[in-house]
Nanobody, 126 residues
Framework: VQLQASGGGLMQAGGSLRFSCTAS????????VGWFRQAPGKEREFVAA????????RYADSVKGRSTISRDNTKNTVYLQLNSLKPEDTALYYC????????????????????WGQGTLVTVSS
């Protein structure tokens, strides 16, 4: 199983970014997938997640209202759209996936994920 995250870059505050997480060896159509981020000197934190069966979503309060997680089963890819970027969004962003039965309440915990991709760096300047 591999998760390939992409979409990071150097951004201005107020801008928008779309991250992609493309999976191989794992069908995103039936697996819960989440996004996490880790800022310098801080612990990894939950950002957003989408369930594998009902398309239910969860968002961290820090991004709620300005982010959307979605899935394209034909591309086996999960996206995270993040708008109104803030300097505090600067972090390494990771995608992760759980098992078939992992509920979102568990997936939003770092230890609740079975597979991790490499991070993609976002730097937001004011």
């Amino acid at each position: 199983v591999q998760l390939q995250a992409s979409g990071g870059g150097l951004m201005q505050a107020g801008g928008s970014l779309r991250f992609s997480c493309t999976a191989s060896g794992l069908p995103v159509s039936s697996r819960p997938v989440g996004w996490f981020r880790q800022a310098p000197g801080k612990e990894r934190e939950f950002v957003a997640a989408i369930s594998g069966d009902t398309d239910a979503t969860r968002y961290a309060d820090s991004v709620k209202g300005r982010s959307t997680i979605s899935r394209d089963n034909t591309k086996n890819t999960v996206y995270l759209q993040l708008n109104s970027l803030k300097p505090e969004d600067t972090a390494l962003y990771y995608c992760a996936a759980g098992t078939y039965r992992t509920p979102l309440s568990v997936l939003r915990e770092v230890n609740g994920n079975k597979y991790w991709g490499q991070g993609t760096l976002v730097t937001v300047s004011s």
